[in-house]
């Protein structure tokens, strides 16, 4: 989540607009891929690479294996890697004790598959993430990052970026001292992160933030804070993704006072959101430190927004809780342009089991002490009154969701219901995929 601290009498009452929302365990099995296709161009060796018979593997313009000095050797292929090269990794370990830069026009890093390829970054004392990606049209695949310092993957402000096949780990489960974010890509045009599994982030697993036209698929999160995180991003596709034992397993963002304020139109489906119930191990004095454990899925002042065919089950808390940034309780801004409001968002055709039975304490508190099992979806029934809701264009609307429990908790005026026959609505689908 982009950095925004909170004086400490503001992050009690963070908590409680917060808490009105009241694949397999090890990751890396199902990430080997046979997506990495080799191309027919003529590979020329690098100096301090190759197979021992001087050949490059087809595709490959530079091959690097184990050595004395990983850094160098990965480093060094990458500067000398001219426009669209790719520069391959054999199995094995490679250890690094700063950070990679990827910064060739449509580079390829690929290794020989996330069980086969750890870059390990345990004893990184310099730069601030594991690798960073300042070029357009790169490609990051098939290897693990471990135990980077910071962010395990950063790319900033590039087009086209794609990350597939890959495992990001923190091997110390839950610590606060673990890196932020696995996935960090941020102020891109195009995001592709597919087959891709991350565990132990203190922030975010996969975040995408002030970017557009992105897709999350595929993919694994599991021990981190929150699992994925769209945040200030427009177009979004998150689907087929399996979101567990997080605190929680989606996030979909906006916060003031960033480049890019209007982020909309995530479109969430076909994901299994389950058992996010880890108590949070975030960095004290940030806005998701504040996340109860318990929560399936959370839209914080973001509009039209889809929610759909997904498998919500098992979060302690609630399955889907939308608010708005609520004035009251959160730190002021200076940012004409950020609407503060969550609005026009549609949640419908989920399937809900076993939702609010292990609540926080102040999910409790804030649905007016009631007994568990807490609401399946719940809302903070706030609206923006300068704005004429017109054929229900501004409302979130609840529709064919099984069983499903509601709740609204009319933050911003009227009485607290639990019926949901006034946001039985719906509005136009988004695309499948991002446009």
């Avoid at 750890?118 to 594991?130: E, H, K, P, V």
């Avoid at 402000?157 to 794609?162: A, K, R, Y």
């Avoid at 001292?177 to 599994?197: M, S």
């Avoid at 922030?203 to 995180?229: C, F, M, R």
Wanted: glycine share 10%; charged share 20%.
């Amino acid at each position: 989540m982009a950095a925004l601290n909170v004086p400490n009498q503001l992050v009690s009452a963070l908590l409680l607009t917060v808490s009105l929302a009241g694949c397999n365990s090890s990751g890396s099995g199902d990430t080997e891929s046979t997506t990495g296709a080799s191309t027919d161009t003529d590979a020329e060796t690098t100096s301090g690479t190759g197979t021992e018979t001087g050949e490059l593997p087809e595709g490959c313009d530079a091959y690097i294996e184990p050595s004395d000095d990983d850094q160098a050797a990965l480093q060094g292929a990458l500067i000398d890697a001219a426009d669209g090269a790719t520069v391959c990794l054999s199995e094995g370990t490679f250890v690094f004790n700063t950070e990679v830069t990827m910064t060739g026009t449509g580079v390829t890093l690929r290794g020989a598959g996330a069980d086969k390829t750890a870059l390990d970054f345990s004893a990184q004392d310099l730069g601030a993430n594991g690798i960073l990606i300042t070029a357009d049209d790169a490609t990051l695949e098939l290897l693990k990052v471990v135990d980077s310092a910071g962010d395990g993957v950063r790319a900033n402000d590039v087009n086209n970026i794609t990350f597939r096949d890959l495992g990001i780990e923190w091997t110390a489960d839950a610590s606060v001292e673990n890196g932020a974010y696995g996935l960090y890509p941020v102020g891109c045009t195009g995001v592709t992160i597919q087959r891709t599994w991350v565990k132990g982030a203190r922030d975010a697993g996969i975040y995408v933030g002030q970017s557009t036209k992105i897709l999350v698929e595929d993919s694994e999160v599991y021990g981190n804070v929150a699992g994925i995180e769209i945040e200030n991003s427009t177009d979004a596709t998150v689907r087929r993704n399996h979101a567990h034992d997080n605190t929680a397993g989606l996030l979909i963002f906006n916060l003031p006072q960033l480049p890019v304020t209007d982020g909309k139109r995530t479109n969430a489906y076909d994901n299994i959101i389950e058992n996010n119930n880890l108590e949070n191990f975030a960095e004290e004095g940030t806005i998701v430190a504040e996340v109860p454990y318990g929560v399936g899925a959370m839209i914080l002042a973001a509009d039209d927004n889809e929610i759909h065919d997904n498998m919500i089950r098992g979060n302690g808390s609630t399955g889907i809780i939308t608010v708005s940034y609520n004035l009251e309780l959160l730190p002021p801004y200076d940012d004409a342009s950020f609407d503060r409001f969550a609005q026009g968002n549609y949640i419908h055709d989920n399937t809900f089991e076993g939702n609010g039975a292990d609540p926080a304490l102040l999910a409790i508190v804030v649905s007016g002490n009631m007994s568990p099992p807490l609401p399946d979806i719940m809302d903070d029934g706030c609206a923006d009154p300068d704005v004429m809701n017109v054929d229900d264009a501004l409302t979130n609307c609840v529709a064919n969701n099984g069983g499903a429990t509601y709740y609204d908790a009319s933050m911003c005026g009227g009485s607290p219901t639990s019926d949901p026959s006034g946001v039985e609505c719906s509005h136009p689908s988004l695309p499948e995929l991002p446009e």
